[in-house]
């Protein structure tokens, strides 16, 4: 449950970002042809990203009910914990497909990076299963910090940080912000 949980979030991260650099080039018809907002283009990716998360919640949900015998209501704060997921997906996906019409090879380097990022992303471990020392290193990635804040809330049936929700929400908006006026 614990790594299906990481999964989760690193697969709705994956699926937005590594198809951000050619998202707008792969879609020339309504680039050229149509008056079309090109800047809802991530967000649609990321929309989708989030349904086939939430779809995987619903089956979390049957395993946790299959093997502790009962949902946990924390598991109603997942949209919440997700928030400064979803903003910073979509940061990352404004910047990527405005990056990806100059530079055509971005989207090898992000695959790359992407797949790196899953073993540096405590998907496959808790976070407390490494060595103290290593885990300050780790928790300055942002997807660590989200993929523990959704195990606490899905698995342990502990309410989420506040100071998590807060400054991951604050930074989500102001980031959200930049990124759109540099995709513009």
Same mark, same amino acid.
């Given at each position: 449950?614990?790594?299906? =949980?990481?999964?989760? #979030?690193? !697969?709705? *991260?994956?699926? !937005?970002?590594?198809?951000?650099?050619?998202?707008?080039?792969?879609?020339?018809?309504? #680039? !050229?042809?149509?008056?079309?907002?090109? /800047?809802?283009?991530?967000?649609?990716? +990321?929309?989708?990203?989030?349904?086939?998360? *939430?779809?995987? $919640?619903?089956?979390?949900?049957? *395993? /946790?009910? $299959?093997?502790?015998?009962?949902?946990?209501?924390?598991?109603?704060?997942?949209?919440?914990?997700?928030?400064?997921?979803?903003?910073?997906?979509?940061?990352?996906?404004?910047? +990527?497909? =405005?990056?990806?019409?100059?530079?055509? &090879? $971005? %989207?090898?380097?992000?695959?790359?990076?992407?797949? $790196?990022?899953?073993?540096?992303?405590? #998907?496959?471990?808790?976070?407390?299963?490494?060595?103290?020392?290593?885990?300050?290193?780790?928790?300055?990635?942002?997807?660590?910090?989200?993929?523990? @804040? !959704?195990?606490?809330?899905?698995?342990?049936?502990?309410?989420? =940080?506040? &100071?998590?929700?807060? %400054? %991951?929400?604050?930074? %989500?908006?102001?980031?959200?912000?930049?990124?759109?006026?540099? *995709? @513009?």
């Amino acid at each position: 449950i614990n790594l299906f =949980a990481g999964l989760i #979030v690193f !697969t709705v *991260f994956s699926e !937005t970002i590594n198809t951000s650099p050619t998202l707008i080039l792969t879609k020339a018809n309504l #680039v !050229t042809k149509v008056i079309f907002p090109l /800047e809802i283009l991530p967000a649609i990716t +990321l929309a989708a990203a989030l349904f086939h998360g *939430f779809t995987s $919640l619903v089956i979390l949900a049957v *395993f /946790e009910l $299959l093997s502790q015998g009962q949902i946990p209501l924390t598991l109603l704060w997942i949209p919440v914990v997700w928030l400064p997921l979803a903003a910073g997906c979509l940061i990352l996906s404004w910047t +990527l497909s =405005a990056l990806g019409v100059y530079l055509r &090879d $971005l %989207g090898q380097v992000v695959g790359v990076v992407t797949n $790196l990022l899953m073993f540096l992303s405590a #998907v496959f471990y808790p976070l407390s299963a490494l060595p103290e020392r290593w885990q300050p290193l780790l928790g300055l990635n942002p997807l660590v910090v989200v993929i523990e @804040q !959704t195990r606490r809330v899905s698995v342990n049936s502990l309410p989420p =940080a506040w &100071d998590y929700l807060l %400054g %991951g929400t604050l930074f %989500g908006i102001i980031g959200c912000e930049i990124a759109y006026r540099g *995709f @513009q």
